[in-house]
């Protein structure tokens, strides 16, 4: 009986006790964690930190991680003042703060627990802030470190004034000036042109002989001083020949009026014209002429001329020609009647050795109409022939 009532006295000094325990564990853990969390410190090496400037951050404390592994110190923890150092010189390492998050010399000086040394004039700026890769927080940052900082300077690449020999005033860079410099604008230097477009021998039932035509210009795009002339020579004697010299005036794109004189030459009288007309190149490439003339006596006459330059490659060109010629009165003394008097039609296929000079060979078609006709029955000519012709085009 007596050792039931030692065994019951016990239970409640034991309740007493783990009671006490429980209330007193919370306690010890909350002291022990404060310190840890508060005041423990770790010295990080800054050769472990890409980019961080060591020259500026000596001894700098960063917070210790926790881990599970961790041991609580046994005792509180000393705070170190470090030593106050001379500021180092900067190198172009020692901007790179964007490896932290884009932050400035200024925050890396709140985060060193020492006195903050001022930053030299000469590497005030922050390179963050240049840094296309850095976020638009992280340059904003640096620029107001760099703003609050008053011993900070603009560096030269924030702008300024250029020295007086940056730029030479020699434009050219000393290349010598190029003789085109010296051309006149706008078609005002005059030129010139000799076309030789028909030197031939033709071969036909009404005879054989020799044939010309050419024209020639000397002037600027807007004036000139054209000449023309065609002819024909057969059986040793020249049968028919003429010269045309004209005033050229430029009046639109590819078109200009033609004012002169024309002299007619070879068997029978001579004859002199003054000549008006027209010329130019007509949609798909068309060279037209349309020239009147008028003489003494009441003589008059026109005539109207077209060619095309069909190309079936850059040597070899057929050109046909159509010449037409009307004369107002009759003029028997050099076989010409009233009215519509002849027409030629013409096909030559040349071969361009050179541009200036091409051999060609064709086939030509002659017809008098009406009073002309009738005057070449009487001297015993034909009315109609067909010629093969064979020749050379040359110009200058």
């Not at 050792?3 to 009671?19: D, E, G, K, Q, Y």
Request: with cysteine.
């Amino acid at each position: 009986m007596r050792m039931h009532l030692r065994n019951t006295s016990i239970v409640p000094r034991c309740s007493a006790l783990l009671a006490a325990l429980l209330l007193v564990l919370p306690l010890a853990a909350t002291a022990q964690s404060a310190p840890a969390s508060s005041s423990s410190t770790a010295p990080m090496g800054m050769d472990a930190m890409p980019g961080m400037d060591q020259a500026g951050m000596h001894d700098m404390a960063m917070p210790a991680s926790t881990s599970s592994t961790a041991k609580p110190p046994t005792k509180a923890p000393v705070k170190k003042t470090p030593p106050p150092h001379a500021p180092a010189t900067p190198t172009p390492s020692s901007t790179g703060m964007q490896d932290m998050g884009g932050r400035g010399h200024g925050s890396a000086s709140e985060m060193n627990h020492g006195p903050t040394p001022a930053a030299p004039a000469t590497s005030g700026h922050d390179m963050s802030v240049m840094d296309p890769q850095a976020t638009p927080d992280a340059r904003h940052g640096a620029a107001h470190d760099m703003d609050s900082a008053p011993s900070m300077a603009m560096g030269p690449m924030q702008g300024g004034r250029a020295p007086a020999d940056a730029r030479s005033g020699d434009y050219s860079d000393g290349i010598a000036a190029s003789p085109a410099h010296g051309l006149h604008m706008h078609g005002s230097a005059p030129t010139g042109m000799l076309l030789v477009d028909q030197l031939e021998a033709f071969h036909g039932r009404d005879g054989n002989g020799q044939s010309w035509e050419a024209e020639g210009w000397y002037g600027n795009d807007a004036d000139k001083l054209w000449l023309r002339s065609e002819g024909e020579r057969s059986g040793g004697r020249l049968e028919d020949g003429e010269i045309e010299v004209l005033w050229n005036h430029a009046v639109a794109t590819f078109w200009s009026t033609q004012l002169g004189a024309r002299h007619d030459f070879g068997a029978g009288p001579k004859r002199e014209w003054a000549a008006i007309g027209v010329q130019g190149l007509a949609p798909y490439w068309f060279e037209i002429e349309a020239t009147a003339y008028a003489g003494p006596s009441g003589r008059t006459a026109a005539r109207l001329r077209a060619d095309y330059e069909l190309l079936f490659t850059q040597r070899w060109i057929l050109q046909p020609e159509l010449e037409v010629n009307f004369h107002g009165k009759s003029d028997p003394a050099r076989g010409i009647g009233d009215g519509l008097t002849d027409a030629k039609l013409g096909l030559r296929l040349r071969y361009e050795i050179r541009r200036e000079f091409a051999p060609y060979i064709g086939v030509v078609w002659v017809r008098r109409f009406g009073a002309t006709a009738d005057l070449a029955r009487d001297e015993h000519k034909a009315v109609f022939d067909q010629q093969w012709v064979a020749g050379v085009r040359i110009w200058f």
